[in-house]
């Protein structure tokens, strides 16, 4: 499909050249779509996209004023927002950049240790860490080292959906195996030396570690917790106000390059684009995979159908629903990053602008769910969202335990 | 006083060893330098640092980050400055492209004089690295230049002197930079000879 790049009014723009960064990972690739086919471009703005190496940098860049805007991990704006880890600075965001996306992959040693203890343990997907459980008991009584898990930043997005699904099967993450944090372009070197035996990471590196024969995925991010956000634009919150026009635009350009790239038939030319050298700079065979659904979780195994392993646009993805920053709140309180008296609501407000976002839809002439939060793990299938004058479809929000979280 | 101990992360061992080298004549103690490749976790760990100093593009930093100090019983967090550490310091070594990690607790005045002597340096390298990037493009120009005066030489059979100044020439009637209108004689005599 070719784009509309005639280009916009710009004349209100409070800011035309933007800093925008992001890390090389797969869903990067609105910000790379936005830029490489002219939509930024297309609504005035001149955007410089600068990769950054690690995720401390992005906050720190964005906090002290060296990028406009940046690709946040989910969790990323409640952090900074809160001062977890790092200096307190209010940040926000109106636009989720990508749903899913990571998986949890474990070496060739552990897989074989598992397969030994129960030849069955991954027959049924979603794979639970049952029988992980009693290899870590096994390996208590015998005096053993612990295993060692890796995810990639202390608060992110990985690091909560691995405690959650391995405190699924009563694993505490804390005291049963050790937590670290590796780069993600380090992860599949890292599990080949055996000095991590499993890592939840976003793509490419789970296909990384699979086509080159190194590990094995056991769990996907999507089969944990269906279309969940991962990365979101976050911007601090006083160039969101200082800068209420520009903000549209770069809203408006990704959202057109999400619906492009969410076109099944633009996903092998959008592979092309990110695995480039100005983005993730890697053969374009380990891109394929996630962004074409076509998926792998052993090297010799078959292709499995995952078409919503990595989503944009599709069943309003990039709406910023409260109900998903709740849940990642909910497990910050549940591991001790957080105090449990917070006022979870109004800082869940503060920090997720839906109003802003619905706004950007409305003249665009796009459809948008009226509600800011939908009751999460009740929907085992698609659904419809209806409002007065449309109706939106909505996948699956299941998690992979029966679990459901309501917030209200 | 005990001597502080400092460690550097850095990629670019030619700026760790002037980081080094400078940080030991202020008085400090550097017990190593690593590099993002090392296995972080296992050498901080033996040689318990006060202060982590890093190269704001280093991918180490997120390890860092997650990072805990085991002093004397109890695990301390590694943190990034700390609650009151001065914002134009922070921003000032943003901006220098140098990050630092201290173990929680400690001493806040201990921090300032350590970052100044590492934001000057980080800053005077890079300083250092613009200029051979000048040098560096300057005789590229200068290859570029002999490249172009040799087709025109070539072609229009005259000296040298002859071919600079149809170059100049052209530059001041296309309003480009002397350097561009050579790659672009350059690059149609390569297109037309393929």
């Known amino acids: ?408 | 006083m005990k001597k502080l101990n400092v460690t550097i992360v850095d990629d670019d061992s030619g700026r760790s060893i002037i980081l080094e080298r400078a940080l030991k004549d202020a008085g400090y103690e550097v017990v190593a330098i690593l590099s993002s490749k090392d296995n972080l976790l296992l050498h901080i760990e033996k040689v318990q640092p006060d202060m982590i100093i890093v190269d704001l593009d280093s991918p180490s930093r997120d390890s860092l980050e997650s990072m805990r100090i085991v002093t004397q019983h109890n695990p301390k967090p590694i943190v990034m400055f700390t609650n009151d550490t001065d914002d134009s310091m922070i921003s000032e070594a943003i901006n220098a492209g140098v990050s630092a990690y201290v173990v929680d607790g400690f001493n806040e005045k201990r921090i300032k004089p350590i970052m100044d002597v590492a934001i000057a340096r980080f800053r005077e390298f890079q300083a250092l690295r613009n200029e051979l990037k000048k040098t560096r493009n300057t005789l590229e120009e200068r290859k570029t230049m002999d490249k172009a005066k040799g087709i025109i030489m070539d072609q229009r059979q005259c000296n040298e002197e002859d071919a600079y100044k149809i170059l100049r020439n052209l530059s001041m009637e296309n309003n480009k930079r002397i350097v561009e209108v050579a790659e672009q004689i350059i690059s149609i005599t390569g297109a037309l000879n393929r």
């Open chain 1, 1 to 408: 499909m070719s784009l509309e790049t005639q280009q916009h009014d710009q004349s209100n723009l409070e800011k035309q050249q933007l800093n925008i960064g992001f890390v090389p990972l797969t869903d990067c690739a609105t910000l790379a779509v936005a830029k490489e086919k002219g939509l930024f471009k297309k609504y005035g703005l001149d955007v410089n996209l600068s990769k950054e190496v690690s995720w401390a940098n992005i906050r720190d860049k964005l906090a002290y004023g060296m990028l406009d805007c940046a690709q946040m991990l989910a969790t990323m704006p409640i952090t900074s927002t809160l001062g977890m880890g790092g200096w307190k600075k209010e940040t926000v965001t109106s636009l989720v950049l990508g749903v899913n996306g990571n998986a949890v992959t474990i070496s060739n040693g552990l897989y074989d240790e598992l397969k030994k203890l129960n030849p069955e343990f991954d027959k049924q997907r979603p794979v639970a860490a049952d029988t992980l459980k009693q290899l870590i008991e096994l390996k208590k009584v015998n005096g053993e080292k612990p295993l060692t898990f890796a995810h990639v930043f202390p608060a992110s997005t990985h690091n909560y959906f691995l405690r959650y699904w391995l405190a699924s099967s009563g694993i505490d993450p804390d005291h049963d195996i050790q937590l670290s944090v590796i780069p993600p372009q380090q992860m599949v070197t890292n599990l080949e030396a055996n000095i991590v035996d499993g890592f939840c990471v976003g793509e490419p590196w789970n296909q990384s570690a699979i086509s080159n024969g190194t590990g094995h995925v056991l769990i996907t991010s999507h089969e944990i917790w269906n279309n969940a956000p991962d990365k979101v634009l976050g911007m601090n919150k006083e160039w969101a106000y200082r800068n209420p026009n520009t903000h549209k635009a770069v809203v408006k350009a990704l959202i057109e390059a999400a619906q492009w790239v969410d076109m099944h038939e633009n996903r092998v030319e959008t592979a092309e684009i990110v695995a480039g050298e100005k983005y993730i700079n890697v053969p374009v065979d380990v891109i394929l995979p996630s962004l074409t659904g076509k998926y792998k979780y052993h090297q010799d195994g078959e292709i499995v159908d995952l078409p919503d392993f990595n989503l944009f646009y599709k069943y309003a993805a990039a709406f910023p629903w409260h109900s998903h920053a709740a849940w990642y709140i909910s497990q910050m309180i549940r591991w001790g990053d957080l105090p449990d008296s917070l006022d979870v609501k109004n800082i869940i407000k503060d920090i997720f602008w839906v109003d802003f976002h619905r706004q950007v839809c409305t003249e665009m002439g796009l459809d948008c769910p009226v509600i800011n939060t939908k009751s999460e793990g009740h929907h085992l299938q698609q659904w419809e969202l209806f409002s007065d004058n449309h109706s939106i479809l909505m996948a699956a929000d299941t998690f992979f335990n029966g679990d459901t979280f309501d917030f209200s």
